[in-house]
């Protein structure tokens, strides 16, 4: 247990439908971030904020939609995906300071499934 | 941004014996961290062991130990005494400015 619950753990969707990804963080970190992991793939960095600011979009199709509404809470919307948006994905947190700077803790994931 | 590199897709080990994971990293940046990370089978990432880049001496942690070679930008992980339990992904990182880039991972399986 790192401290970072992420939920749903499991999710399918339709290509229409439209839901949501949720993490929370109660370790006292700034940053929090999206990684999408896929099979035989480096883990993507999506998106990171800091301080609740957005500072990193790393080219996410605008399908994904993430929301930040304080430093404990790291929303990730989904509307309208492909097959191929099917992954793991995974929520993280960090300190920007201290002796565990930079060092992330991980949630244990939402797998999710787009049919 | 900072690329990783890892070139052993799936690598085997005896319990009890040491292996070495290989990494590599390419980046502009003069103060950034290297990490490893481990992944067991559908369980949390979790971090092993890292190290600052400005520090020259290696990290240890347990049986887990660096061989960081700045110049090289190589950094590459040593378990001793191999256990079942290391059994996961080994995922290797660079982190600088509030951006962590990862390798492709590293399956590592111990065989008893």
């Known amino acids: 247990e790192t401290g970072v619950t992420q939920t749903p753990r499991h999710l399918v969707m339709g290509m229409t439908n439209k839901k949501s990804l949720k993490c929370e963080q109660h370790?006292?970190?700034?940053?929090m971030y999206w990684y999408k992991q896929s099979a035989k793939k480096p883990l993507e960095l999506m998106f990171v904020?800091?301080?609740?600011?957005?500072?990193e979009n790393n080219s996410v199709p605008s399908r994904f939609s993430p929301e930040c509404p304080n430093s404990s809470h790291l929303f990730l919307h989904l509307h309208t995906l492909q097959p191929e948006d099917s992954a793991l994905y995974l929520c993280a947190s960090s300190p920007e300071t201290g002796q565990k700077a930079g060092e992330l803790f991980f949630g244990e994931g939402s797998r999710l499934t787009v049919l | 941004a900072q690329t990783v590199t890892q070139s052993q897709p799936e690598m085997s080990v005896q319990e009890a014996e040491t292996v070495t994971l290989s990494c590599t990293y390419d980046?502009?940046?003069?103060?950034?961290?290297l990490f490893w990370y481990k992944q067991p089978p559908s369980r949390q990432m979790i971090l092993v062991i890292r190290q600052e880049a400005y520090k020259q001496q290696n990290a240890t942690e347990n049986r887990f130990s660096v061989n960081f070679q700045k110049a090289a930008k190589s950094f590459s992980l040593k378990i001793s005494d191999s256990q079942l339990g290391d059994t996961a992904m080994y995922f290797c990182?660079?982190?600088?400015?509030?951006?962590?880039?990862f390798g492709a991972g590293t399956r590592l399986t111990v065989k008893p």
């Open positions: 980046t502009s940046e003069n103060n950034y961290y």
């Open positions: 904020y800091n301080f609740k600011e957005q500072t």
């Open positions: 990182a660079a982190y600088n400015n509030n951006d962590m880039r």
């Open positions: 370790l006292g970190h700034n940053a």
